[in-house]
């Protein structure tokens, strides 16, 4: 992801998180932090940008810090594409495992990422701007980058 792609992405940040969507200064200041510690990918169709996704990394963990689909174009892969980059990239810097948090209602999500090999680990309660919980998950990496998804 490049500055250039932030009115795409800020769009489909917005309209996919209504609720607690991060701000176009959070995510200038996601990107400055590439690639000392963070690595961002969009993901395109058609020349369009339809999906974003990030991760941060540092010593032996990493943390996937956003992934959004364009609702047109969610269970075409698109999102799973995207994960599959960011578990490469935290195998290739290093990580042993990667956390995310992930809405407490979002079911969909939850399976996704449960298809990649994540383990629920905790609760944040009231994590969320609008109270919503989140709940933490890990994927312990087994060094060659495999997302081992088991549909």
């Known amino acids: 992801m490049r500055i250039e792609d932030l009115p ?9 998180f209504p609720a607690d969507a991060w ?7 996601e990107l400055r932090d590439q690639p000392r510690t963070r690595h961002y990918v969009v993901a395109e169709a058609g ?8 991760l941060a990394a540092a010593a032996d963990q990493a943390d996937i810090q ?16 995207m994960m599959d980059a960011l578990v490469a ?6 990580a042993r495992s990667v956390f995310l948090e992930v ?6 999500a939850q399976a996704m990422y449960e298809r990649f090999g994540f383990q629920p680990l ?12 989140a709940i933490t998950m890990v994927k312990e990496l087994d060094r060659t980058g495999e997302r081992h998804e088991q549909d």
């Open 47 to 54: 020349g369009e940008i339809v999906g974003y996704a990030g």
């Open 89 to 94: 990239e935290a195998v290739r810097r290093g």
């Open 103 to 108: 809405r407490a209602d979002n079911a969909p």
């Open 23 to 29: 701000s176009e200064s959070m995510m200038r200041g």
């Open 8 to 16: 795409a992405v800020m769009e489909i940040e917005r309209g996919t």
């Open 122 to 133: 905790g609760l944040r309660r009231r994590y969320y701007d609008d109270g919503t919980d």
């Open 66 to 81: 956003t992934i959004a689909v364009l609702a047109g174009h969610r269970r075409s892969g698109v999102g799973a594409a």
